[in-house]
T-cell receptor, first 110, second 117 residues
Framework: SQQGEEDPQALSIQEGENATMNCSYK?????LQWYRQNSGRGLVHLIL?????REKHSGRLRVTLDTSKKSSSLLITASRAADTASYFC??????????FGQGTELSVKP | DAGVIQSPRHEVTEMGQEVTLRCKPI?????LFWYRQTMMRGLELLIY????????DSGMPEDRFSAKMPNASFSTLKIQPSEPRDSAVYFC???????????????FGEGSWLTVV
């Protein structure tokens, strides 16, 4: 299956702490993408990491990719209440479609 | 730039009625996706178009569901007849032609919230 599986299902932290979410997948990939969904809204693309990259940064986001273990992680540093959302990973190969897992529901308490 | 535009944003309908959801993708995008999101099943890909042609409709639940893309700027998802278990948020998403750093990322609309009573 091309679907990614996020872990944990839910994560609750205090503002200022770091949040780490993990993603596992089963097929070979061209890239892996992370999306965020605020309550009642559509998904928004956060960051894309290619299969030949091991780490990528964007602002307070850090993504790692281990293709040998077929896993990725998303780290949000110095979390804010506004980071409260669901986070989804989406492995992508040549198939053209993106399949999403159940996501990680992150709650950042002020 | 306008994002993906979906209508209606909210719809409440009675079981057995026909429901039509509409989507206008981002101009210049050539791939279009319909997803359905529920608490129980998460975010499911229903159908995927490329250059207005359906490429993969394996996620369409049953014959009551149909999707069309008559041109590059418009798509519909129709449910006939609707049932209470079709209640969900239906998202449309689009993607530009592949290539480049963002060639594979997709852009979601805000969803159509459907309630069938």
């Amino acid at each position: 299956s091309q679907q990614g599986e996020e872990d944990p299902q839910a994560l609750s932290i205090q503002e200022g702490e770091n949040a780490t979410m993990n993603c596992s997948y089963k097929t070979s990939i061209n890239n892996l993408q992370w999306y965020r969904q605020n309550s009642g809204r559509g998904l928004v693309h956060l960051i894309l990491i290619r299969s030949n990259e091991r780490e990528k940064h964007s602002g307070r986001l850090r993504v790692t990719l281990d293709t040998s273990k077929k896993s990725s992680s998303l780290l949000i540093t110095a979390s804010r209440a506004a980071d409260t959302a669901s986070y989804f990973c989406a492995p992508y190969n040549q198939g053209g479609k993106l399949i999403f897992g159940q996501g990680t529901e992150l709650s950042v308490k002020p | 730039d306008a994002g993906v535009i979906q209508s209606p944003r909210h719809e409440v309908t009675e079981m057995g009625q026909e429901v039509t959801l509409r989507c206008k993708p981002i101009s210049g995008h050539n791939s279009l996706f319909w997803y359905r999101q529920t608490m129980m099943r998460g975010l499911e890909l229903l159908i995927y178009f490329n250059n207005n042609v359906p490429i993969d409709d394996s996620g369409m639940p049953e014959d009551r569901f149909s999707a069309k893309m008559p041109n590059a700027s418009f798509s519909t998802l129709k449910i006939q007849p609707s049932e209470p278990r079709d209640s969900a948020v239906y998202f449309c998403a689009s993607r530009r032609p592949s290539g480049g750093e963002t060639g594979n990322t997709i852009y979601f609309g805000e969803g159509s919230w459907l309630t069938v009573v």
